[in-house]
């Protein structure tokens, strides 16, 4: 800032200035913070709101990727406005919203590659741990499902099972990033941030049948990540294998579409 | 702006600020009197501001919070003035108008500068930016957050310190 140390010696010394030199004034001042505001600028998020099959949606999107999705039925979209706001500007874009309705469709009918195929800007979440959790959770195909102590595992923290749990809890960008495909250790299906129901329903169009009592079906198989092979869950090699290389998928169908070959020790179907 | 019914976006800043600007840069040129300070303070507050604007809860509070801003920043700056002052009058006493009132009588112009630092913050800024600013007490009501009433009291009850420190 300028030192003057002879205030009120200057055209302005009662005070006043008249409207057409504030008018002028402003404008200067607008010429000289183009540069400095460059740089404190903060990127847009375009937010939108669309009433999908799944009810009522919230999505942003940043220019980097799909930024949040949430259940508004759910969740306080005041709070994830906020939350989008600590680091972006806000704009308002409905397309945003119908464009992630109509992958969301796409999904729910069997086709994933559009919500798989979509990149996922992770900015809203700022713990590394959460973000390892969430990007190896991308990795999971449609038509299966890990447990939650096989993801804690898999990202490093073979007992933070708890920790994955409060982790999912949080996930900014729900379907995109499938915390629905996240289940119990026990077969159970577990909780859904967006309702036990929306998780069932999200699994079983995903082509993971769970059976009545909300259980991983009779026919499922393990598939092990590396090998990229799959068995039954009581072939030997589950059990020698390590935990935290295993994902379920609903049927031997799943497991071959993703790529994996049956065991020739247990021979699943 | 409402995306839905249950969803209420901020307005964009820029939009939201441009309403206030001619407001706020005519607050500055009273406060600073000098075009330079004044365009220095009015790019300082909307920096502030628009760095600070997602803390900002409801737009309706905008116009008292961005004068909050520009008070304080006018505040700093005849805060950093007074310092510079300090300075300069030890060495020189006829430098700047506080000591050309004082007549180049070196201690009593530092006893009243003593005195009014140690004013409660809200009186000395009340009469800083009434007796040196030149604000109108509706003005310095807005910048301090409380009423005019208040305000002309602030700079009462601190003349009436000053000059009961004074004339010990």
């Known amino acids: ?269 | 702006m409402a995306v839905s019914n249950s969803i209420e976006l901020p307005p964009p800043f820029e939009e939201a600020v441009a309403r206030h600007e001619r407001e706020i840069m005519r607050f500055l040129v009273r406060t600073t009197r000098d075009r330079e300070d004044a365009l220095d303070l009015f790019q300082e507050t909307w920096l502030r501001a628009y760095r600070a604007y997602p803390k900002l809860d409801s737009a309706a509070g905008l116009r008292p919070w961005l004068f909050r801003i520009a008070t304080n920043l006018c505040l700093n700056r005849a805060r950093g003035r007074m310092r510079r002052a300090r300075v300069f009058a030890d060495e020189q006493p006829d430098i700047g108008r506080w000591s050309a009132s004082a007549n180049g009588d070196h201690t009593a112009v530092l006893e009243l500068k003593s005195a009014i630092a140690g004013l409660p913050d809200k009186q000395r800024q009340a009469l800083v930016m009434r007796k040196f600013g030149g604000l109108e007490y509706a003005a310095i009501a807005a910048a301090l957050d409380c009423s005019p009433e208040s305000a002309r009291a602030g700079v009462y009850q601190a003349l009436k310190k000053l000059k009961a420190a004074t004339e010990r």
């Not at chain 1, 299966?144 to 990202?155: F, M, R």
């Not at chain 1, 996930?171 to 289940?183: F, G, K």
């Not at chain 1, 092990?224 to 994902?247: K, M, N, Y």
Request: net charge positive.
């Open chain 1, 1 to 269: 800032m300028k030192a003057s140390h002879q205030p009120g010696v200057t055209e302005f010394a009662d005070g006043e200035a008249s409207a057409a030199a504030i008018d002028e004034m402003i404008g200067a001042a607008h010429a000289r913070l183009v540069h400095d505001f460059a740089i404190v600028r903060r990127p847009p998020a375009r937010v939108g709101v669309v009433e999908s099959r799944l009810g009522p949606l919230l999505a942003a999107e940043s220019p980097r990727g799909l930024l949040a999705l949430s259940f508004l039925d759910h969740s306080d979209g005041g709070a994830t406005v906020a939350a989008i706001r600590q680091l972006f500007d806000p704009v308002e874009d409905r397309a945003v919203a119908v464009r992630a309705g109509a992958e969301i469709d796409r999904l729910l009918d069997g086709d994933a590659s559009a919500v798989t195929g979509r990149v996922v800007d992770f900015s809203l979440v700022p713990s590394p741990f959460r973000r390892r959790a969430f990007q190896r959770l991308r990795t999971v195909p449609a038509g299966a499902v890990v447990t939650y102590q096989a993801l804690a595992a898999a990202i490093g923290a073979p007992s933070g099972q708890r920790a994955i749990g409060n982790t999912m809890a949080t996930n900014p960008v729900a379907i995109y990033v499938p915390c629905h495909r996240v289940i119990r250790s026990d077969g159970s299906v577990g909780n859904y941030g967006g309702g036990v129901d929306r998780k069932l329903m999200l699994l079983r169009s995903e082509g993971f049948k769970v059976d009545r009592g909300n259980r991983v079906p009779a026919g499922a198989v393990y598939g092990h990540w590396l090998s990229r092979i799959f068995c039954r869950p009581d072939c030997s090699a589950v059990r020698r294998a390590e935990r935290r290389q295993w994902i379920i998928f609903g049927d031997a169908e799943h497991a071959r579409h993703a790529g994996m070959r049956a065991c020739k020790l247990c021979r699943p179907a």
